[in-house]
């Protein structure tokens, strides 16, 4: 499976997904695992923080979506929070912010 | 190994299977040294792998140790008991002879990592929230200090890159405060400490070298590293590889590099770059900058071979199925090959004639010949990461 999803981020499959925040099952169990895995490696797989912020549904309602969206793709200067853009498409990204706040999937 | 095989094994981990027999105190070997013996963390279901190292075989299975992402262990003198920290804040106490949890508490919101004092009597974890160090007994994990780390600029810093130093005392550096400290345990649990200030921006993990005198710690808001020279009469702080990211583009970095491990070669040391997809090499002895080596991507791990003449190096996401090999004797990647996908730590047998590798998305661990770079065997586990032998216990700085 993650070996899946990193060919389908390797060749770009991604940009071809359809816009807004909804998700076909494959990807979002592939963007689910990036979230818990990679993501986690600063934010904790649990996403209770680490080196990068806490990203629970608590942390994060203040923010709303878009902007969280913009975060995930652009990074934040200076800090250790990397650009995800070409890693993932806006509508992973948006996906990815709506989820945070629900409270991420397991 | 095929698909069929793999699988089975993957379901023998999950059923922890009569070879394997867990938890209950049940001694997992008759009767038997310790010094052959590791420890795996499998991160997401907050468990370890006991294993044989010589018999590349899997003891025991514990669990119940909480969120292991991120988790580091240590090893008593006695090489019988390891001492994990876990992301929670978790410390566990595991009697690797009797496969089970000897004793664990919860002693902080969010660690990162720990060290063990030179006496084998002091366990120190090193936090993310609160910041600062904490001390326990070794015995009975009782809380002996808490050492918050506020820095000059009045707030709680997280504590990272903790290193034990010789006669009870502990480097750390503290990445919100800019700072490193050494806290000195060796009159009492009310430690003297030494503070270096405007070390560089944002150090995000240190490392000391065997001889416990150079302590380094990466920055990631400057391209460089703050340097101490531990056996000075007055350690100061100074920059070194500083500027390698000048006139260039600075990469993402999709995972921190780590020094736990990092590459000593004789008076080289082997560091990762933070932004470039290059090692940095450093001369200990003259403290300079002596070459970047372009590598495969962005460096993770730089792990020297025991007798330093190799040092193998793993990549972040999204490159991270691959592993190189620099010999730092010719400077050349001389070898570069794919173990599986998202390769996250390596540990040499104690005289390097394995590297065991783990390969969190296929759920295993590939143990290499060193010698021959070939795979001879490999064990189940559910996505390991760290791997830890027991050698380590009588390694400084570990």
């Known amino acids: 499976m993650a070996r899946r999803l990193e060919i389908a981020l390797a060749v770009g499959i991604v940009s071809l997904m359809a816009a807004g925040a909804s998700q076909a099952g494959d990807r979002a169990a592939e963007l689910t695992a990036l979230v818990r895995e990679d993501c986690g490696s600063c934010h904790g797989m649990t996403l209770k923080g680490g080196l990068g912020a806490p990203l629970l549904p608590a942390d994060l309602a203040e923010k709303d979506a878009s902007s969280l969206a913009a975060i995930i793709l652009d990074g934040v200067p200076g800090t250790p929070m990397p650009p995800w853009r070409g890693l993932v498409s806006e509508a992973d990204a948006r996906w990815i912010a709506e989820h945070l706040k629900q409270g991420f999937p397991q | ?398």
Not at chain 2, 354 to 382: F, L, M, P, Q
């Open chain 2, 1 to 398: 190994m095929n698909r069929r095989a793999f699988l089975t094994a993957g379901v023998s981990v999950g059923l922890a299977g009569p070879a394997m027999a867990a938890g209950a105190g049940e001694a997992c070997a008759p009767m038997r040294g310790t010094g052959d013996l590791g420890l795996i963390i499998e991160r997401a279901t907050g468990s370890v792998l006991i294993v044989d190292v010589g018999a590349h075989k899997t003891l025991s299975r514990i669990e119940g140790l909480g969120d292991l992402s991120h988790a580091t262990a240590v090893f008593g003198p006695s090489e019988r008991y390891a001492y994990v920290f876990g992301r929670d804040g978790g410390l566990t106490k595991v009697d690797m002879l009797a496969c089970r949890i000897e004793k664990r508490v919860i002693q902080a919101g969010n660690a990162i990592g720990g060290a063990i004092s030179d006496d084998g009597a002091l366990i120190v974890a090193s936090n993310y929230t609160p910041g600062g160090i904490k001390v326990f007994d070794a015995n009975d994990l009782g809380e002996l200090a808490s050492v918050p780390a506020i820095g000059a600029n009045g707030k709680p810093s997280k504590t990272v890159g903790l290193v034990d130093l010789p006669g009870r005392r502990f480097a750390y550096a503290l990445y919100d405060a800019d700072e490193i400290w050494i806290a000195d345990f060796s009159a009492g649990m009310s430690p003297a400490l030494t503070k270096f200030t405007n070390v560089g921006r944002l150090p995000y993990d240190a490392n000391v070298t065997s001889d416990a005198r150079h302590y380094l710690a990466g920055l990631f808001g400057e391209d460089g590293f703050a340097h101490v020279d531990l056996w000075a009469d007055k350690p100061e702080v100074t920059r070194v590889v500083s500027g390698y990211n000048a006139g260039r583009e600075k990469l993402p970095i999709y995972k921190m590099p780590h020094l736990e491990g990092w590459g000593q070669s004789g008076s080289t040391l082997v560091l990762p770059a933070a932004g470039q997809h290059e090692v940095l090499l450093l001369n200990l002895e003259t403290m300079r900058e002596e070459a970047r080596i372009p590598a495969h991507s962005q460096p993770v791990f730089c792990v020297a071979r025991p007798d330093g003449r190799e040092v193998w190096i793993n990549f972040a996401h999204p490159h991270n199925n691959t592993v190189q090999v620099l010999d730092v004797f010719t400077r050349k990647i001389v070898h570069t090959f794919q173990p599986g996908p998202a390769v996250l730590h390596l540990e040499f047998t104690p005289r390097g004639h394995e590297v065991w590798i783990s390969v969190r998305d296929a759920d295993r661990i590939d143990i290499y010949d060193v010698r021959t770079r070939t795979k001879k065997a490999e064990i189940a586990g559910v996505k390991p990461s760290g791997i830890f032998f027991t050698a380590r216990a009588h390694r400084l700085g570990a």
